[in-house]
T-cell receptor, first 113, second 112 residues
Framework: EAGVVQSPRYKIIEKKQPVAFWCNPI?????LYWYLQNLGQGPELLIR????????DSQLPKDRFSAERLKGVDSTLKIQPAELGDSAVYLC???????????FGQGTRLTVV | DQQVKQNSPSLSVQEGRISILNCDYT??????FLWYKKYPAEGPTFLIS?????DKNEDGRFTVFLNKSAKHLSLHIVPSQPGDSAVYFC???????????FGQGTELSVKP
C-alpha cells in the first residue's frame, strides 16, 4: 500500500517568491493535515481537512499561506510571498478518520534565501 | 504555551537494555496519546498509542504507560536495538478531535 506522497522533497527559493507543495494522501483516508516542523521542534498543525472541507485552519497564517483540497483527495499548500522565517519542513499526513492515528509523508524541506 | 513537553532532548542507551522516554502534558482534556518515531530526512512514523481510559498498552518491544494524575506518559523499549536510534515524539489529542499536539522530541541513541 502506498503511503502519503509529497513533492517536491526539497525546495530552495528566494524570499518574496511563491512556492507550492503537493500531497497525495493514502487512498481512502478522509482526513488530511498539513504540519510545519521547525528545526529541533515537534510538528505543528497548519490546517486539517475532512474530505474537501477545511475544519481547522486556525494556525494557518492566512495573509501569505493558502491551501486547497479539491475533490477531497490531493492537496496543495502555497506560500506567497515566502519569507526567510518560512524555512522549515512541511509535512502532510492523512488518517482514515479524525480520531485515528495519522500517517505522515516524507515532508518537503523549504529553504528561503 | 507548550502543552506537551519532552524535557530530555537526548538519551543514550546500551543495546539490549531498556530505553525509557518521558513526556509530560498540561491539558487535562487530552484523551488520546501517541508516540511517533522519526529517522533523518523522513516523516514521523506512528509507533504506538494509548487512550486515556487505559494506563498501559503494549506492542512487542514497545510499551506505553499513562499516569493521568501526574499528567505523564512514558515509552519503554525493551530490549533496545541499534535500529531504534531515532527521534521520538509524543503527541496528544483532545476529544479524539484530530489535532495532534506534539512535544519537542527526544533523540534516542542505542549503542552496540
Amino acid at each position: 500500500e502506498a503511503g502519503v506522497v509529497q513533492s517536491p522533497r526539497y525546495k530552495i527559493i528566494e524570499k518574496k517568491q511563491p512556492v507550492a507543495f503537493w500531497c497525495n494522501p493514502i487512498s481512502g483516508h478522509n482526513t488530511l493535515y498539513w504540519y510545519l516542523q521547525n528545526l529541533g521542534q515537534g510538528p505543528e498543525l497548519l490546517i486539517r481537512y475532512e474530505n474537501e472541507e477545511a475544519v481547522d485552519d486556525s494556525q494557518l497564517p492566512k495573509d501569505r499561506f493558502s491551501a486547497e483540497r479539491l475533490k477531497g483527495v490531493d492537496s496543495t499548500l502555497k506560500i506567497q510571498p515566502a519569507e526567510l522565517g518560512d524555512s522549515a519542513v512541511y509535512l502532510c499526513a492523512s488518517s482514515f478518520q479524525r480520531n485515528t492515528e495519522a500517517f505522515f509523508g516524507q515532508g518537503t524541506r523549504l529553504t528561503v534565501v | 504555551d507548550q502543552q506537551v513537553k519532552q524535557n530530555s532532548p537526548s538519551l543514550s542507551v546500551q543495546e539490549g537494555r531498556i530505553s525509557i522516554l518521558n513526556c509530560d502534558y498540561t491539558n487535562s482534556m487530552f484523551d488520546y496519546f501517541l508516540w511517533y518515531k522519526k529517522y533523518p530526512a523522513e516523516g514521523p512514523t506512528f509507533l504506538i498509542s494509548i487512550s486515556s481510559i487505559k494506563d498501559k498498552n503494549e506492542d512487542g518491544r514497545f510499551t506505553v504507560f499513562l499516569n493521568k494524575s501526574a499528567k505523564h506518559l512514558s515509552l519503554h523499549i525493551v530490549p533496545s536495538q541499534p535500529g531504534d536510534s531515532a527521534v521520538y515524539f509524543c503527541a496528544a489529542m483532545r476529544n479524539r478531535g484530530g489535532k495532534l499536539i506534539f512535544g519537542q522530541g527526544t533523540e534516542l541513541s542505542v549503542k552496540p
